[in-house]
C-alpha cells in the first residue's frame, strides 16, 4: 500500500524558470519529510526535508512547502538550472521503525 | 571520502546461487538500512539495523539475511537467488534511530540474475 505519491511522473523546466514538484500523503503519523535528488546510476541524495512543526523550510533556491490538513508537500526550485535535471523523490519517516516510505520519483528536465 | 559505499556495484550471477552485497560507512551513524528498488522504480526499506541489532525486518524472503559485524558495516546475503531479485540494493544510514533523522545513501548495487 503506497503511502506516499508522485502524481507526475515527469516534469520539463525551462532554465531559469521555477520547478514545483509535489508529492501526497496518506498517513497522517508521518511527522517528517526529505526530497532526495538521484542521478542514473548513483543512490538518492539528500536535498532538503521539513518537520511536521514547519510549513516551510528554505536552503538557497531549494524550498520545501508542507499542508498537513492537505496531507500535501511541494518542493520549489528557483531558479531551475539544467544541472538539477534529475529523478526527485520525496520520502516520509515517523512509523514502522523511523524507515523512510518513498514516492516513485518525479523527473525533472532542465532546459536550457 | 565516500560517506556511505557499498561493493560490488553491479553483480550479475546465476539463478541458485549465493551472493552477498556489502556496505560501510564512515559516518559514525549508529543506524543503517537496507532498501530495495524494483523494476517500477519503488524503493522499499528491507532491513534496519541499531548499532548491530536488527530493529526492522520488512516482509523479505528468508533467503536474504543481512549482518552486522560492527555498527560501520551491514551486510547483506542472499541464499538460493531467484529471477525476481534483480533489482538495485541500496544502503543507507543515520545518525540515530528515530523520527526527524536523515538517512544518507550509497551507490547502490545493481544485481541482475541469470
Known amino acids: 500500500d503506497q503511502q506516499v505519491k508522485q502524481n507526475s511522473p515527469s516534469l520539463s523546466v525551462q532554465e531559469g524558470r521555477i520547478s514545483i514538484l509535489n508529492c501526497d500523503y496518506t498517513n497522517s503519523m508521518f511527522d517528517y519529510f526529505l526530497w532526495y535528488k538521484k542521478y542514473p546510476a548513483e543512490g538518492p541524495t539528500f536535498l532538503i526535508s521539513i518537520s511536521s512543526i514547519k510549513d516551510k523550510n528554505e536552503d538557497g533556491r531549494f524550498t520545501v512547502f508542507l499542508n498537513k490538513s492537505a496531507k500535501h508537500l511541494s518542493l520549489h526550485i528557483v531558479p531551475s538550472q539544467p544541472g538539477d535535471s534529475a529523478v526527485y523523490f520525496c520520502?516520509?519517516?515517523?512509523?514502522?521503525?523511523?524507515?523512510?516510505?518513498f514516492g516513485k520519483g518525479t523527473s525533472l528536465l532542465v532546459t536550457p | 571520502d565516500t560517506a556511505v559505499s557499498q561493493t560490488p556495484k553491479y553483480l550479475v550471477t546465476q539463478m541458485g546461487n549465493d551472493k552477498s552485497i556489502k556496505c560501510e560507512q564512515n559516518l559514525g551513524h549508529d543506524t543503517m538500512y537496507w532498501y530495495k528498488q524494483d523494476s517500477k522504480k519503488f524503493l522499499k526499506i528491507m532491513f534496519s539495523?541499531?548499532?548491530?541489532?536488527?530493529?526492522i525486518n520488512e516482509t523479505v524472503p528468508n533467503r536474504f539475511s543481512p549482518k552486522s559485524p560492527d555498527k560501520a558495516h551491514l551486510n547483506l546475503h542472499i541464499n538460493s537467488l531467484e529471477l525476481g531479485d534483480s533489482a538495485v540494493y541500496f544502503c543507507?544510514?543515520?545518525?540515530?534511530?528515530?523520527?526527524?533523522?536523515?538517512?544518507?545513501f550509497g551507490p547502490g548495487t545493481r544485481l541482475l540474475v541469470l
Open positions: 520520502a516520509a519517516s515517523g512509523v514502522s521503525g523511523y524507515a523512510l516510505n
Open positions: 543507507a544510514s543515520s545518525l540515530i534511530t528515530g523520527s526527524q533523522e536523515t538517512q544518507y
Open positions: 539495523y541499531n548499532n548491530k541489532e536488527l530493529i
